[in-house]
T-cell receptor, first 111, second 112 residues
Framework: DVKVTQSSRYLVKRTGEKVFLECVQD?????MFWYRQDPGLGLRLIYF???????EKGDIPEGYSVSREKKERFSLILESASTNQTSMYLCASSLSNEKLFFGSGTQLSVL | GQQLNQSPQSMFIQEGEDVSMNCTSS?????WLWYKQDPGEGPVLLIA?????ELTSNGRLTAQFGITRKDSFLNISASIPSDVGIYFC????????????FGKGTRLSVIA
């Protein structure tokens, strides 16, 4: 079974802090994605990557950046966390574009 | 970015009832998928549909790819308490290698 592991289930940070959310997948998938999930808004795509060192902006990239130095790891970076970035963050990976495998999520609270 | 129109937003049903939810899009989709998210977990793929008119079942779940390629529905028969969760439709547009577009989800509550 594919395993997508997100480093933290819960994270509490202060406004202005730099935050790293880590995601690792163990199935040699080319594609990796970062979403945020907010009540009533569904899943919104932040960034995605189809290959190592490659990244593409999703629908809501502002305030975020990503890093993909190795195929199995895709990091989401909040350069200066703000309270409106309090959310559930979900990482996913896939071999093709449609069958995504999700991690369990990181609930980030920015105070 | 585009989002799918998913309805209803939430449902409260009695155990044993059937459930129906649907998704519509303004553009043509190549693929439709349905995911379920259990509380505290990430979404998990339930059913994938690849051809217009396709009807696919997975246990008590049945999903269809609309003939117009702009809609899909998911039915759950004889609901049970473990059906509780958020159901998301997702689709991939016809043109290019684009990421999935997700609906906003249907939150299902089952009353025993």
């Amino acid at each position: 079974d594919v395993k997508v592991t997100q480093s933290s289930r819960y994270l509490v940070k202060r406004t202005g802090e730099k935050v790293f959310l880590e995601c690792v997948q163990d199935m040699d998938h080319e594609n990796m994605f970062w979403y945020r999930q907010d009540p009533g808004l569904g899943l919104r795509l932040i960034y995605f990557s189809y290959d190592v060192k490659m990244k593409e902006k999703g629908d809501i990239p502002e305030g975020y950046s990503v890093s993909r130095e190795k195929k199995e790891r895709f990091s989401l970076i909040l350069e200066s966390a703000s309270t409106n970035q309090t959310s559930m963050y979900l990482c996913a990976s896939s071999l093709s574009n449609e069958k995504l495998f999700f991690g369990s999520g990181t609930q980030l609270s920015v105070l | 970015g585009q989002q799918l129109n998913q309805s209803p937003q939430s449902m409260f049903i009695q155990e044993g009832e059937d459930v129906s939810m649907n998704c519509t899009s303004s553009s043509i989709f190549n693929t439709w998928l349905w995911y379920k998210q259990d509380p505290g977990e990430g979404p998990v793929l339930l059913i994938a549909l690849y051809k217009a008119g396709e009807l696919t079942s997975n246990g008590r779940l049945t999903a269809q790819f609309g003939i117009t390629r702009k809609d899909s529905f998911l039915n759950i028969s004889a609901s049970i308490p473990s059906d509780v969760g958020i159901y998301f439709c997702a689709g991939q547009e016809l043109v290019g290698n684009t990421p999935l577009v997700f609906g906003k989800g249907t939150r299902l509550s089952v009353i025993a």
